[in-house]
Structures are given as structure tokens and as C-alpha cells.
């Protein structure tokens, strides 16, 4: 078997995750020709190229699995570490996420790992429709997607259902929409999407009023953001139930076809490796989101 180069796969990481040579060098406490180095030294024991090399650098396939390979190691190693004291360095662990479950119910689920800290998080928010290509290519531990399909070495577990109501202030209703939620109206009031590859809008549309026509939008990348836009009778748009409730009942918004939300399936995948602290992050988002959704 090749020995595997540890310290090429830390600067191949490295370079990845933090998009750029220079980044990665500052992290390592190492020059850059260093890094370039010791990716070109693995790249000719694996006999492949393992990262193409734009902006951002992006990994190959055989890079990609070489870099899952390395976190995963990075976290059994952690497992093996006294527990955390002064002067201990925290291990790190990348998740990916939507943005509405980062602004509802996931921040209980870290708070037993967060209060005291056990570890350090990337919290990198995707769209639930594509969190799951991060798992896949190594780039995380873990996910919360749509998607079910199971990626050789991982699990999933189900979480429940986020359900999206479609809502816009008083003011913005009766003048857009008076004659109800109809596809003339919608063809004319702007709504509010989270970013070109948010698919939520286009799919409510087409199952309420079956219809796939282009229909005038804004963006806004922000869960926050995106619900204080609606209140300012800006647009209307798909919201989690759960982040304006409050909202619909002060009567701030209302929902412009209630009773007809969009349920969103929601699951866990993480890889299967087996430690206290992956154990425990598993368990707790899973409790979290099953007692919120």
C-alpha cells in the first residue's frame, strides 16, 4: 500500500476550503511555493491531477476523494484528544445547510455542542435542493438536504417536513393580489426568490396554478433579510411557517392561500464515522428537528 502524504493532503485541503493559495499558505503558517509544492509531491504519488487550478482551485474527483479522505481521519484523530482544555485546539467540523433551517431550528440543536464549545463549525449555507453535492464531494460531514438518495459511506435519517406558506404585508395583497391568488396576478406582482437556483417559487406555482411561465422577481440571498423585505411591501414569497408565524398572527403578513403550503422534506446525511463528537452532533440535530418541524 502507498503511504498516504499527510502533509500534502493538509495543503490540498487547505487550498480547497479556503479558495485560494495564498489563504492556504496563512493557515499552514507556510510559504506559498510550499503549498504548490507539496500538492504537485502528491499529485505525482497519486499519478492524477487532483485539483484544477482556477479561481477558486477546484478539486478533481480523485482530489475530492482524497480530501473526504483526510477529514475524516482529522476527525477520528480528534476523538482520540483529551477533552478540550487551555491551549487545546479545538476540532473542526463543516456542515452544509439551507438558509431557512439555520435561521429556525438549527441553532438549538448546536447549543449542546456549542455551550462550552466542542468543537469549531463551518456552517456553510446552500440551497437544500444542492447541500448534498458538498457531502458527496467531501467538502463536509454533513448536510441538511431534499434529497434521499444515499451516498455510499454515509446515512440519512429523516427529519420532518418545513413547511412554506406564501405571504406579503396587508398593503402589498390588496393591491396585487384583490381578486385572490390568480396566475394574472402573479404575472404581475413581483416576488421575492432566495437566489437564481431557488426552485421553491417555480414549483408552488406550477402545483397551485400549473403554471411554468416566467414571473417578476427579485433576489435576496438572506432568510432574515428575505422575510423583513416581504413586511416592507416590497414582494411576496414562500416563508417558513415556522420564522413568521408570529408575523401572520400580529397580522404583519398574511397568507395569501391559506391553508395551501408547501411541505419540504427534509434529511440528514452525514458520513459514518463513528466518534463522540460526530455521534452527538447527529443526535441533537436530529431531536431538534424532528421536535421543531
Not at 483526510?70 to 482520540?80: G, M, P, T
Not at 416566467?214 to 411591501?233: Q, W
Not at 441533537?284 to 428537528?289: G, K, P, R, S, Y
Amino acid at each position: 500500500m502507498t503511504p498516504v502524504d499527510y502533509r500534502g493532503l493538509a495543503a490540498l485541503d487547505a487550498v480547497i476550503g479556503h479558495g485560494s493559495f495564498d489563504r492556504a499558505a496563512a493557515a499552514l503558517a507556510i510559504s506559498q511555493p510550499a503549498v504548490s509544492q507539496r500538492i504537485r509531491t502528491l499529485e505525482n504519488m497519486a499519478g492524477v491531477p487532483l485539483m484544477v487550478r482556477s479561481q477558486p482551485p477546484l478539486a478533481t474527483a480523485a482530489g475530492q476523494r482524497l480530501i473526504a479522505h483526510y477529514r475524516q481521519v482529522k476527525l477520528l484523530e480528534a476523538a482520540l484528544d483529551t477533552p478540550a482544555g487551555a491551549g487545546t485546539r479545538l476540532p473542526e467540523l463543516a456542515i452544509a445547510v439551507n438558509a431557512d433551517s439555520a435561521a429556525t431550528w438549527l441553532p438549538a440543536a448546536l447549543a449542546p455542542l456549542l455551550t462550552p464549545p466542542a468543537c469549531l463549525l463551518d456552517i456553510r449555507i446552500d440551497d437544500q435542493d444542492h447541500t448534498l453535492s458538498q457531502l458527496r464531494e467531501g467538502r463536509v460531514f454533513a448536510c441538511v438536504t431534499s434529497e434521499t438518495a444515499l451516498v455510499a459511506g454515509t446515512t440519512a435519517t429523516a427529519l420532518g417536513a418545513m413547511r412554506y406558506v406564501c405571504a406579503a404585508a396587508p398593503a402589498f395583497a390588496a393591491r396585487w393580489f384583490s381578486d385572490g391568488f390568480t396566475a394574472a396576478a402573479v404575472l404581475q406582482a413581483p416576488a421575492l426568490i432566495f437566489d437564481r437556483r431557488d426552485a421553491l417559487h417555480a414549483r408552488y406555482l406550477q402545483r397551485r396554478l400549473g403554471m411554468a411561465a416566467a414571473y417578476p422577481h427579485h433576489l435576496l440571498g438572506s432568510s432574515e433579510g428575505f422575510v423583513r423585505f416581504i413586511e416592507a411591501g416590497h414582494a411576496y414569497g414562500m416563508v417558513p411557517l415556522l420564522q413568521v408565524a408570529a408575523a401572520l398572527t400580529a397580522g404583519t403578513l398574511v397568507d395569501l392561500t391559506p391553508g395551501d403550503g408547501l411541505d419540504v422534506p427534509l434529511m440528514w446525511h452525514a458520513w459514518d464515522i463513528q466518534t463522540p463528537l460526530t455521534r452527538a452532533l447527529s443526535e441533537h440535530v436530529i431531536a431538534a428537528a424532528r421536535a421543531s418541524l
